[in-house]
């Protein structure tokens, strides 16, 4: 079962994203770019990156499992919101490892994260070989660590043989939340 590459939830559209986006795609991370003291992950980067992404993403699609990027865009304007990407059968053949979740600064605090999440683990779930997600999250990054753990994102995962990930200044968990029985 391949994951769709169009879909919604109640005010957003959700669509695989396309080699034309790369620029405003980057333009649209780069603009997170104030929680940078809380999470590294949000450092600016150029389009070729971005770039690069996408076209891995447009490989996969024709997969069964694979690297997905999606652009989250507001249904009634079309308007750019943030954009995720995961990938399907990582070391875990039954894991997906989200890598990148954000909505832009103008956006947040008003429900599009939970509700883009809530649709997203949905439609994650409706593939009975996914029987759990991971989300990296930096322990500064309070937003994140607040939207995943009310997600149901609450065990946090050894890796590498270690529970707490340093990376330069920054602490990270990975944290799991189970499919079974999400479906629906």
Known sequence: MNFPK??????????SVKTAEAESLAAA?????DVLELDPT???????EVLSLVEE??????????????????????ELLGYFHFRESTTRPDVVALSIFFIRPGFRSQGFGREVADGLLKKLSDDPRNQAVWARVYLK?????RLWTKQGFTRVVEH????????GEHLSVILERSLQGTAG
Do not use: Y
């Not at 949000?42 to 070729?48: L, N, T, W």
């Open 6 to 15: 169009h879909w919604t939830t109640e005010r957003t559209r959700i669509d």
């Open 29 to 33: 991370f780069n603009s997170c770019s």
């Open 42 to 48: 949000f450092r600016v980067v150029d389009p070729e």
């Open 57 to 78: 993403s447009e490989r996969c699609e024709a997969s069964e499992r694979g690297f997905r990027m999606q652009a989250i865009r507001l249904a009634a304007t079309n």
């Open 141 to 145: 990054n309070n937003p994140a660590l």
């Open 160 to 167: 590498k043989g270690q529970h707490i990930h340093v990376d």
